[in-house]
């Protein structure tokens, strides 16, 4: 069914009607909302309160239904057309920003949205900035602080499993449990500024009753829980930097490969093959790992090669974890164990924690005397806190035990209704969770109300920065600043 499109004639014969009235003092900004290039259909986004006049001038259109889509010429100030295409109009506050908004829903290609982006300009629009679009609607309420960035975490997700939780973020349900948090602890400084302004009211101590310490507790559990499942977000949207370091022809590019699932670094059998640091991302059971390459460890005097060693020494200071990979048919001279090893390869053992011990070539190993090595080695890396996989980059062998070993050690579990966080977010529940622990020294230890209040008011104020409740300007212009244009 064709539709019908007003005449630019008869437009211009019905002068829009000039709503120039802007309360908010805001300019109205547009910007290309799809992504620059080759595409079906492009929209540019306009946002305040001369898009609808903006609209009406540039279609000919004296109106536009809120929420119905109307096809539509775009014209030049001379008349010619630019494109067809559809006008949305969101009426505010119900928008997506809360202000006036109208897409122009053109063709895609560079040309053409340019060409659209700047007519939209000539009419008195200005470029929206980074993030912008967003800003405006966290500004009217529309979205808090967390799903905003939610947003931009759904766009920039490198796993299906940190777009979903990203969404399930964008949806409330991460805010809410912060909310449902800054309810309990309001309610909890009620009760303790209560216990202040009325000292043993009808002869109860409110402040040694034991109420507010159950509350103060019940609220310090929620906080760790919700810090749990934030941290499991965080692993979601960040992933780990995961680097493979050794000697040189223990199989660390043997092992991206295998973990790439691709032959991504150079493999040969000539000890010194990687020179440069490579870097490879890759999704595994869910983590986003970011995987580099180094160049093997060694003496050399090789000019190359030693700025590949001082690369590698750089990437490893950097590392989240650690993988030490060794050739078991050759790295270990006789009697010396894999941490010996790790302590000669990077000046001292690294944390347990951030340390993963990778046996290669285990297809090499054949007789008995080897294996019984292998096994004594083992014993005390267990002993000590460490974990030893063995694996075969050649077979395959074991390439699952490790990918499983790694996520346990990062503490990732595959995710299921997870909610997508940042660091920020983790800082801001730690730094609650530090102000709760001095309320509680206070009200225990010393029974001392007023230091009680005001470590609640300050673990509010953290928690609150979360949502975006309580947030310094240069907090919000760094958030904002982050995002796409046109978000
Ligand atoms: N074309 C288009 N698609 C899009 C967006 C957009 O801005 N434009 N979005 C941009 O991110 C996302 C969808 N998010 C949106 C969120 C709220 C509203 C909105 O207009 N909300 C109003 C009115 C709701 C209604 O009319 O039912 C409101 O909340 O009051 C629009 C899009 C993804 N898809
Ligand atoms: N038998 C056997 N050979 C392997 C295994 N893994 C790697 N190799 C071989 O060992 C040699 C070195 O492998 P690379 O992956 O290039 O080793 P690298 O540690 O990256 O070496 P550099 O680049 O020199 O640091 C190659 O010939 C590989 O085919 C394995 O599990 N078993």
Redesign the pocket.
Known sequence: MRMIVDSFELAQAVPATSNTSNPSGLATIAAIATPLGRGGVGVIRLSGARAYDIACQLTGKTAFIPRMASFCRFYQADGTIVDEGLVLYFKGPHSFTGEDVIELQGHGGMILQNQLLARVFELGAKQAGAGEFSYRAFDNDKLDLVQAEAIADAIDATSAAAASSAIRSLSGEFSQKINQLLEQLIHLRLHVEAAIDFPDEEDVDFLSDGVIQDKLEQTQDKIQQVLATAKQGQLLRDGIHVVLA?R???????LLNRLAGQER?I????????RDTLQETVVLNGLTLHLT?T??LRDTDDTVERIGIERARTAITQADMLLM?YDVSRDLAEDSTPLQLAEQLFGKLPDAKKLLIIA?????LTDAHDKAQKANSQNEITQRGYEQVN?????GAGIETLIETLCAKVGFHPPENSLIARTRHIDALRRTAGHLTEAHEQLTVFQAGELVAESLRQAQLSLGEITGEFSADDLLGKIFGSFCIGK
């Open positions: 050794g040189p022809n223990a199989g660390k590019s043997s670094a493999v040969t059998n000539v000890a010194g093959t990687t390459d160049a093997g990979v290669n070539k285990s297809d090499l694996v075969s980059c050649e077979t």
